[in-house]
């Protein structure tokens, strides 16, 4: 799964790379956690920027019975009520500059690692967006699910599930609503590990008190990991 990310990047940089306006309120964030707004970027007649929940509610879910699921599996989403028209209708772009994963060791204890692309700044996650009765809302709003897809080596050393990331050359095929399925399957293949790298981020970044730029930065590895 993908429960947890960061988007370090000032608002200047998101706005010349996915060239389109955010709005102020968009700052950067190291610990960016389910149940809050996030900016994605969407093409309806252009690009925009929405800030749906995170936490994906079907339109057709009753508001008492909505159970939000914050990922998508890429293999079924095709196929599963709750995703099959937001895939369709709603697909997105999620800035990110790094997502965490958590690895379980010999003990019941989980340590935090951050991955990341090794020569890039920001990375395009790929969701699907719905309005829908989130709980924490009253009325209907955006809703939002980063999809997720099988890891590469690298990840699959810390996590069983990666998020499925889109290439900046494959942004306006990806946001096209004409886009075949297909073509839309071929982009949600799991990325090489060597584009990637992960390291160890400090416990810190397990409460959403903590932000800041030390929750990415690489922690003193503990030697039980090495093994």
């Known amino acids: 799964m993908c429960g947890r990310f960061a988007r370090p990047m000032p608002r200047p ?3 010349e790379h996915f060239g389109v306006s955010f709005p102020e309120s968009v700052k950067p964030d190291w610990n960016i956690a389910p149940g809050l707004p996030v900016p994605v970027v969407v093409d309806d007649a252009g690009r925009r920027v929405l800030e749906p929940v ?6 057709w879910a009753e508001r008492a019975k909505a159970k939000p699921s914050i990922n998508a599996r890429s293999e079924t989403v095709w196929e599963k009520k709750s995703f099959r028209e937001a895939i369709k209708k709603g697909r997105c772009l999620v800035p990110a500059g790094a997502f965490y994963e958590w690895k379980r060791g010999y003990s019941a204890e989980k340590t935090p690692f951050a991955i990341r692309y090794k020569s890039e700044e920001i990375m395009a996650l790929a969701a699907i967006v719905e309005q829908g009765y989130h709980p924490s809302f009253m009325e209907k709003q955006p809703t939002m699910a980063i999809l997720t897809c099988m890891p590469n080596e690298l990840v699959n050393s810390v ?19 004409s886009a075949p399925r297909e073509k839309l399957e071929e982009l949600m293949q799991t990325l090489p590990s ?3 790298e992960t390291y160890q981020v400090s416990y810190k970044v397990g409460s959403l008190r903590s932000n800041g730029p030390e929750l990415l930065m690489e922690a003193v590895v503990r030697p039980s990991l090495l093994d």
Do not use: A, T
């Open 194 to 196: 060597s584009m990637f």
């Open 13 to 15: 940089v998101l706005e």
């Open 159 to 177: 996590h069983n599930r990666m998020p499925v990331i889109i290439r900046p050359e494959h942004y306006d095929l990806w946001l096209d609503p």
């Open 54 to 59: 995170w936490g994906f509610v079907p339109e």
